[in-house]
């Protein structure tokens, strides 16, 4: 497929050009010192040399927050308005990196198993995704060992890669993509074919194909203790994480009226698996911890097919106490290894 | 430094005096550390010390599972050790059983975190062991420069200013979770029959988290800074502390994690307490 040059300077004024074609703009926005994905207000704002946002692009299908159904209670008949939204705004996404954008198609395996859900779905369609590859990905950063790559192109649109003269090399994936192009005309040019791109190096921290045998062997495995002890169970790893999807359903209301909100949960807090008995399933860290590592490598195979972890390393930068996922699932690799 | 607290784990352990050590062992990368529990001698090489022991180990102290063990240690910063003198206070360990080892510390953080900048708890204070040198404590005269600077501002804007701050929270708990002195084993939030306070990330939900953290720490938070830190979406949490520790040195000269018998100001009553607060 043809390639595409965008120059030096110019990422403003594409920017410009898609908002003028009636695209909303997501892009990594710098909120009190942190990156985050956000509307692009002014074109200045949209940072693509972030190689790690502190949250995913997930927020943007899957909102931490999302009211399913709103009702009423007159005293004799209930009135009922569900939340899905009937066309969601048409937007780009602009600056996620391979990994957050692999996490997408394993998602949607996810989300149109046993019902299909027409909240992320909607939004997934009316969305375009252009990821950059990473010409410098850092310690944290481990795609490579999970099937992707740092210019992989899995889920994406369009994929921008950093030329060494400063500039990007655009290459449309889908039909969506190549409406990027069309939009962008005037600001982009027929690629040369000579220009130098700059991808960088993950190295590969584990062997995949040991952890998933591993793993089902060891549910029972003084490994989990060992690990996890110090986890604080708080939640951060699972919202920062772009395929943790669990999610908690709650009613908001008074006597008059109510919403039914679907709001981000996870694994790691003590309550996620509270019976209403009292009794708790996982009622210490390690049995949370070992969960969640359980549901990426493990029980997600077993369904779809696919490790449920993409490699992007937000879990281990933002962990409170260190915990590195790479580390925990490199240390399975070489049990298995050892234990053969 | 390193070699004595190593000697010291290991003396402790060797002993029998204590059954754990909880220190600061090597991160993932060289600009962190992680949390380790030491039960024999010869892991104590494990422990380390350096800038990047951030995190308050004393959160480790009230956990159920650690509780029922016996007489434990805990590396600690200065701030970090006052959380021990309100956890025993507050009847939540029985100090006897804690051996708290201080650790002498010039600040942690490249650059330092703010709260280093007016500690006066650089040697630590109610340690059992105290590990480095005598260090000054710096002067606390500025401490509540950044909240005088917020309450400068007219209600209107200081309103919208928490508004805007506490509606970027994506409600992951790891500002109570990573806080010594939220202990209790089920939190106001967690309580869903009914559901006292919205779980939900929206800003009512996270007014009424934040502002209810922020309360039930008056009196009490001994200013470690563990939940700004661990924020990941940068709230500057330790404002709201602030304030709240403003007001309870004010109004009762008390500062929280200092002397072990001093009264708790949120949970006594004395005949002489300004009514000023209820005005």
Same mark, same amino acid.
Request: net charge negative.
């Given at each position: 497929?043809?390639?595409?040059?965008?120059?030096?300077?110019?990422?403003?004024?594409?920017?410009?050009?898609?908002?003028d074609?009636?695209?909303?703009?997501?892009a990594?926005?710098?909120?009190e010192?942190?990156?985050?994905?956000?509307?692009?207000?002014?074109?200045?704002q949209?940072?693509l040399?972030?190689?790690?946002t502190?949250?995913?692009?997930?927020?943007?299908?899957?909102?931490?927050v999302?009211?399913?159904?709103?009702?009423?209670f007159d005293?004799s008949?209930?009135?009922?308005?569900?939340?899905?939204?009937e066309?969601?705004q048409?937007?780009?996404?602009?600056?996620?990196r391979?990994?957050?954008?692999?996490?997408?198609?394993?998602?949607?395996?996810?989300?149109?198993?046993?019902?299909?859900d027409?909240?992320?779905?909607?939004?997934r369609?009316a969305?375009?995704?252009?990821?950059?590859?990473?010409?410098?990905p850092?310690?944290?950063?481990?795609?490579t060992?999970?099937g992707g790559?740092p210019?992989g192109?899995?889920?994406?649109d369009?994929?921008?890669?950093?030329?060494?003269?400063?500039g990007?090399?655009?290459?449309?994936?889908?039909?969506?993509?190549r409406?990027?192009?069309?939009?962008?005309?005037?600001?982009?040019?027929?690629?040369?074919?000579?220009?130098?791109?700059?991808v960088?190096e993950v190295?590969?921290r584990f062997?995949?194909?040991k952890?998933?045998?591993w793993l089902d062997?060891?549910?029972?495995?003084?490994?989990?203790?060992?690990?996890s002890?110090k986890?604080?169970?708080?939640?951060i790893?699972?919202?920062?994480?772009p395929?943790?999807?669990?999610?908690?359903?709650?009613?908001?209301?008074?006597?008059e009226?109510?919403v039914?909100?679907k709001?981000?949960?996870?694994?790691c807090?003590?309550?996620?698996?509270?019976?209403?008995?009292?009794?708790?399933?996982?009622?210490?860290?390690?049995t949370r911890?070992?969960?969640?590592v359980?549901?990426?490598?493990r029980y997600?195979?077993?369904?779809?097919?696919?490790?449920a972890?993409?490699g992007?390393?937000r879990c281990?930068?933002?962990c409170?106490?260190?915990?590195?996922?790479?580390?925990?699932?490199?240390?399975?690799?070489?049990?298995?290894e050892?234990?053969k | 430094?390193?070699?004595?607290?190593?000697?010291k784990?290991?003396e402790?352990?060797?002993?029998?005096?204590?059954?754990?050590?909880?220190?600061?062992?090597?991160?993932?990368?060289?600009?962190?550390?992680?949390?380790?529990?030491i039960r024999?001698?010869e892991?104590?090489?494990?422990?380390?010390?350096n800038?990047y022991?951030?995190?308050?180990?004393?959160?480790?102290?009230t956990?159920p599972?650690?509780k029922?063990r016996?007489?434990?240690a805990?590396?600690?910063?200065?701030?970090d050790?006052?959380?021990?003198v309100?956890l025993?206070?507050?009847?939540q360990i029985?100090?006897?059983?804690?051996?708290v080892?201080?650790?002498a510390?010039e600040?942690?953080?490249?650059?330092?975190l703010?709260k280093?900048?007016?500690?006066?708890?650089r040697?630590?204070?109610?340690?059992?062991?105290v590990?480095?040198?005598e260090i000054?404590?710096?002067?606390?005269?500025?401490?509540?420069?950044d909240?005088e600077?917020?309450e400068?501002?007219?209600? /209107?804007?200081?309103?919208?200013?928490?508004?805007?701050?506490f509606s #970027? +929270?994506?409600? %992951?708990?790891? @500002?109570r979770?990573? &806080?010594?002195?939220c202990y209790?084993?089920q939190?106001?939030v967690?309580?869903?029959?009914?559901?006292?306070v919205?779980?939900?990330?929206?800003?009512?939900?996270?007014? /009424?988290w934040n502002?209810?953290?922020?309360m039930?720490?008056a009196? #009490? +938070?001994i200013g %470690?800074?563990? @939940?700004?830190?661990? &924020?990941?979406?940068?709230?500057?949490?330790?404002?709201?502390?602030?304030?709240?520790?403003q007001v309870?040195?004010e109004?009762?000269?008390y500062?929280s994690?200092?002397?072990?018998?001093e009264?708790?100001?949120?949970?006594?009553f004395?005949?002489?307490?300004?009514?000023e607060l209820?005005?």
């Open positions: 497929m043809a390639e595409f040059k965008l120059n030096e300077g110019r990422l403003q004024e594409l920017i410009t050009k898609l908002r074609a009636g695209y909303r703009v997501v990594p926005v710098e909120e010192g942190a990156f985050v994905f956000k509307e692009v207000t002014e074109p200045g949209a940072r040399d972030v190689l790690r502190a949250r995913s692009i997930k927020e943007w299908f899957f909102p931490r999302e009211p399913t159904l709103r009702y009423e005293g008949a209930v009135r009922c308005e569900s939340g899905l939204p066309s969601p048409k937007t780009v996404i602009i600056g996620c391979p990994c957050d954008a692999a996490s997408l198609p394993m998602l949607d395996t996810l989300f149109d198993w046993d019902y299909r027409e909240y992320w779905f909607r939004r369609e969305t375009t995704v252009i990821s950059v590859a990473c010409d410098v850092d310690s944290y950063c481990f795609c060992s999970v790559s210019e192109t899995a889920g994406a369009l994929l921008m890669r950093r030329t060494a003269d400063g990007y090399l655009l290459e449309p994936l889908t039909e969506k993509g409406a990027i192009i069309e939009a962008g005309e005037g600001v982009l040019e027929l690629a040369s074919g000579t220009e130098e791109v700059l960088g190295p590969q062997a995949l194909d952890v998933k045998p062997q060891n549910f029972e495995h003084d490994y989990w203790k060992e690990i002890y986890c604080l169970s708080c939640g790893c699972a919202f920062v994480c395929t943790c999807h669990c999610f908690d359903i709650q009613d908001e209301a008074d006597l009226r109510g039914r909100i709001s981000w949960d996870s694994c807090f003590p309550i996620f698996t509270r019976h209403g008995s009292g009794h708790n399933p996982r009622p210490t860290r390690d911890y070992r969960q969640r359980m549901h990426k490598f997600y195979v077993d369904k779809f097919g696919v490790t972890c993409v992007c390393g281990s930068s933002s409170p106490i260190d915990m590195n996922i790479c580390s925990v699932v490199a240390g399975v690799a070489e049990l298995a050892s234990s | 430094m390193i070699d004595e607290l190593r000697q784990a290991r402790l352990l060797e002993t029998g005096e204590v059954d754990l050590v909880i220190g600061y062992g090597e991160g993932s990368d060289p600009t962190r550390t992680m949390p380790v529990f024999r001698p892991d104590c090489e494990k422990l380390v010390w800038k022991c951030y995190n308050n180990l004393t959160s480790y102290l956990w599972e650690l029922t016996g007489k434990r805990v590396v600690c910063k200065g701030c050790a006052k959380a021990v309100v025993s206070k507050e009847r029985d100090r006897k059983n804690v051996i080892i201080g650790m510390c600040g942690v953080g490249e650059p330092l703010s280093c900048e007016f500690c006066d708890v040697t630590p204070k109610n340690c059992d062991i590990i480095g040198p000054t404590p710096l002067s606390k005269e500025k401490q509540f420069e909240v600077q917020l400068a501002r007219d209600p /209107a804007d200081r309103w919208e200013f928490w508004r805007e701050q #970027r +929270c994506i409600k %992951c708990y790891a @500002c979770q990573a &806080c010594p002195l209790c084993t939190c106001i967690e309580r869903n029959q009914p559901q006292w919205p779980t939900s990330a929206h800003p009512r939900g996270n007014l /009424a502002v209810m953290r922020a039930h720490l009196g #009490r +938070c %470690c800074g563990e @939940c700004e830190r661990v &924020c990941p979406s940068n709230i500057p949490l330790m404002l709201a502390n602030k304030k709240l520790a309870v040195k109004q009762f000269g500062e994690g200092y002397d072990i018998d009264p708790l100001p949120m949970a006594s004395m005949p002489d307490d300004s009514d209820f005005k």
